[in-house]
């Protein structure tokens, strides 16, 4: 059972970091018309796969729980780095759920706090979120480092450009494609 256990586990973390990416990077184009079929392309798809990211990363969550118990009940060998580092990983993961639900919540029932959250608040908890889950992911992946370091600093380098792209736009520099 442990072992069918951690291998759901690492199955939806495989599921869950893409959809994740993909939720931020179509979140990016989203309000962003400069973008062209990029932005036409997230207004469809951004919201669905949102949500389809979050239903993956609760599945995630709810199976590294019990992954965790059962290291820490001994019914599976702890893993081949330290336990401190194992528990730093699986804090950061906490930190990551906590932050992504909280954007979540934020989404679905904006008067479910004090003050209505608008879409910038929202989005700085999803993308706190995110940046928490690929700490987690970089951090307590090490099973799959072979996967984790090619892809890792060049996927998030990627949405960095991305924003700062977007950020250019949003505050009117303009391009050398546009004609004076």
């Not at 798809?45 to 239903?55: C, G, K, N, Q």
């Not at 780095?81 to 930190?95: E, H, N, R």
Request: charged share 10%.
């Amino acid at each position: 059972m442990s072992q069918f256990v951690w291998l759901l586990d690492r199955g939806a973390a495989l599921v869950t970091y893409p959809s994740l990416y993909l939720a931020v990077l179509t979140g990016i184009f989203y309000n962003t018309e400069s973008f062209g079929t990029l932005h036409s392309a997230a207004r469809r798809i951004h919201i669905e796969l949102s949500v389809f990211a979050m239903i993956v990363t609760l599945l995630h969550a709810g199976l590294g729980i019990l992954d965790t118990w059962f290291v820490f009940t001994g019914q599976v060998p702890a893993p081949a780095y330290s336990m401190p580092y194992f528990l730093g990983g699986v804090a950061v993961g906490a930190g990551a759920l906590l932050m992504l639900v909280v954007a979540m919540l934020g989404f679905t029932d904006a008067k479910r706090f004090q003050q209505p959250w608008g879409p910038r608040v929202v989005h700085s908890f999803a993308y706190a979120g995110f940046a928490f889950g690929t700490i987690h992911a970089a951090a307590i992946g090490t099973d799959m480092m072979g996967l984790v370091r090619p892809l890792l600093g060049p996927s998030v380098a990627f949405l960095v450009y991305v924003l700062l792209l977007r950020l250019l736009v949003l505050h009117g520099i303009p391009s050398n494609a546009t004609a004076s």
